[in-house]
Protein backbone atom coordinates (compact mmCIF):
# COMPACT_ATOMS: atom_id res chain seq x y z
CA UNK A 1 0.00 0.00 0.00
CA UNK A 2 1.19 3.12 -1.10
CA UNK A 3 -0.16 6.56 0.92
CA UNK A 4 0.17 10.37 0.48
CA UNK A 5 -0.79 13.53 1.26
CA UNK A 6 -2.45 16.34 -1.15
CA UNK A 7 -4.32 19.58 -0.34
CA UNK A 8 -7.65 20.66 -2.48
CA UNK A 9 -6.41 23.87 -3.89
CA UNK A 10 -9.57 24.24 -6.38
CA UNK A 11 -11.53 27.41 -5.40
CA UNK A 12 -14.75 26.33 -4.42
CA UNK A 13 -13.28 22.72 -3.13
CA UNK A 14 -14.12 19.38 -4.35
CA UNK A 15 -17.73 19.42 -5.70
CA UNK A 16 -19.44 17.93 -8.61
CA UNK A 17 -16.84 19.12 -11.40
CA UNK A 18 -13.53 18.01 -9.84
CA UNK A 19 -15.31 14.89 -8.30
CA UNK A 20 -15.70 13.41 -11.53
CA UNK A 21 -12.46 13.87 -12.94
CA UNK A 22 -11.03 12.71 -9.68
CA UNK A 23 -13.48 9.56 -10.12
CA UNK A 24 -12.47 9.09 -13.55
CA UNK A 25 -8.83 9.45 -12.99
CA UNK A 26 -8.76 6.41 -10.25
CA UNK A 27 -10.76 4.74 -12.98
CA UNK A 28 -7.85 4.39 -14.98
CA UNK A 29 -5.44 2.57 -12.69
CA UNK A 30 -5.92 -1.15 -11.37
CA UNK A 31 -5.09 0.16 -7.67
CA UNK A 32 -8.00 0.05 -4.90
CA UNK A 33 -8.09 4.15 -3.70
CA UNK A 34 -8.93 5.35 -1.14
CA UNK A 35 -8.88 9.27 0.62
CA UNK A 36 -9.49 9.72 3.95
CA UNK A 37 -10.32 13.35 5.92
CA UNK A 38 -11.32 14.94 8.70
CA UNK A 39 -11.86 11.18 10.02
CA UNK A 40 -14.07 10.16 7.19
CA UNK A 41 -12.90 8.07 4.22
CA UNK A 42 -14.52 7.67 0.63
CA UNK A 43 -13.54 4.91 -2.06
CA UNK A 44 -12.82 6.91 -5.53
CA UNK A 45 -14.72 3.96 -7.44
CA UNK A 46 -17.89 6.19 -5.91
CA UNK A 47 -18.25 9.88 -6.91
CA UNK A 48 -21.35 10.03 -4.08
CA UNK A 49 -18.98 9.00 -1.61
CA UNK A 50 -16.29 11.53 -2.39
CA UNK A 51 -18.74 14.53 -2.72
CA UNK A 52 -19.91 14.14 0.92
CA UNK A 53 -16.66 14.28 2.55
CA UNK A 54 -17.46 17.86 1.75
CA UNK A 55 -13.63 19.18 1.44
CA UNK A 56 -13.27 22.74 1.08
CA UNK A 57 -10.32 24.67 -0.13
CA UNK A 58 -7.51 23.65 1.68
CA UNK A 59 -8.08 21.15 3.00
CA UNK A 60 -5.36 18.29 3.41
CA UNK A 61 -6.64 14.30 2.05
CA UNK A 62 -4.63 11.71 2.68
CA UNK A 63 -4.75 9.07 -0.40
CA UNK A 64 -4.25 5.31 -0.13
CA UNK A 65 -3.11 3.20 -2.88
CA UNK A 66 -3.44 -0.75 -2.75
CA UNK A 67 -2.45 -2.65 -5.80
CA UNK A 68 0.15 -3.44 -9.08
CA UNK A 69 0.31 0.58 -10.06
CA UNK A 70 -0.64 2.06 -6.18
CA UNK A 71 2.27 4.60 -6.69
CA UNK A 72 1.52 5.99 -9.88
CA UNK A 73 -2.28 6.17 -9.06
CA UNK A 74 -1.37 7.53 -5.80
CA UNK A 75 0.38 10.50 -7.67
CA UNK A 76 -2.10 10.85 -9.75
CA UNK A 77 -4.66 11.26 -7.18
CA UNK A 78 -2.67 14.09 -5.86
CA UNK A 79 -2.36 16.01 -9.35
CA UNK A 80 -6.17 16.38 -9.54
CA UNK A 81 -6.85 16.69 -5.91
CA UNK A 82 -4.67 19.80 -6.36
CA UNK A 83 -5.61 21.04 -9.78
CA UNK A 84 -7.57 24.26 -10.17
CA UNK A 85 -10.96 23.66 -11.76
CA UNK A 86 -12.92 26.99 -11.05
CA UNK A 87 -12.14 29.81 -13.34
CA UNK A 88 -11.91 33.05 -11.05
CA UNK A 89 -14.70 35.52 -10.76
CA UNK A 90 -14.36 38.46 -13.32
Do not use: W
Amino acid sequence: MYTTNAIVNNIHGIHCRPSSAIVKGAKSFEASITVEANGESASLNNILELISLGLPQGATVSISADGPDEEAAAQKIVELFEEIYDYPDK
